[in-house]
């Protein structure tokens, strides 16, 4: 793959680790570093020569599931459709910048979860309101805003 494309792109996704089709290090040995990899399993970064840390990215459903799934609770979506999962994936695919490329990170970090969770929330809720399979609830003014003000937070136990 190395020899016919500039950043190879490479998908084990096979669960759990042991029975990945290829470990990150073993991508990233292969193609001088140059890998775009995502995996179903985690797999821990690889520092190369130049001191330089690379991430593996874990392709799962944690980023674009749960956004569809609250969009569609909070729009009282009548349906869910393919669409609206690609949607969100294209909206995702704009949360990371080229310099996180660089490094491997094909998704945002995760510790921004919640963050990318209202964006896509919100992206989606609008596309559904729009498609006219759902509503805007009362006092929703701005889908971001009203994501944000009814996500769950540990401390509402």
């Given at each position: 793959?190395?020899e016919l494309n500039e950043r190879p792109i490479?998908?084990?996704?096979?669960?759990?680790?042991?029975?990945?089709?290829?470990?990150?290090?073993?991508?990233?040995?292969?193609t001088h570093g140059k890998v775009l990899f995502?995996?179903?399993?985690?797999?821990?970064?690889?520092?190369?020569?130049?001191?330089?840390?690379?991430?593996?990215?874990?392709?799962?459903?944690?980023?674009?599931?749960?956004?569809?799934?609250?969009?569609?609770?909070?729009?009282?979506?009548?349906?869910?459709?393919?669409?609206?999962?690609?949607?969100?994936?294209?909206?995702?695919?704009?949360?990371?910048?080229?310099?996180?490329?660089?490094?491997?990170?094909?998704?945002?970090?995760?510790?921004?979860?919640?963050?990318?969770?209202?964006?896509?929330?919100?992206?989606?809720?609008?596309?559904?309101?729009?498609?006219?399979?759902?509503?805007?609830?009362?006092?929703?003014?701005?889908?971001?805003?009203?994501?944000?003000?009814?996500?769950?937070?540990?401390?509402?136990?």
């Open positions: 793959m190395a490479v998908f084990p996704l096979s669960n759990p680790t042991s029975k990945s089709e290829c470990s990150y290090e073993e991508a990233f040995s292969w995502a995996s179903g399993s985690p797999f821990d970064p690889i520092t190369d020569e130049a001191g330089m840390t690379h991430y593996p990215a874990q392709a799962n459903n944690a980023y674009i599931f749960p956004a569809v799934g609250y969009a569609a609770i909070l729009a009282n979506s009548s349906e869910i459709t393919d669409e609206m999962f690609v949607l969100a994936a294209e909206e995702l695919s704009t949360m990371t910048d080229m310099e996180q490329l660089e490094i491997g990170r094909l998704f945002p970090a995760f510790k921004t979860i919640r963050t990318i969770s209202k964006k896509l929330t919100a992206r989606v809720a609008e596309h559904m309101v729009k498609a006219g399979l759902g509503s805007t609830p009362e006092g929703c003014d701005d889908w971001e805003t009203y994501v944000a003000e009814n996500m769950w937070h540990f401390e509402h136990l």
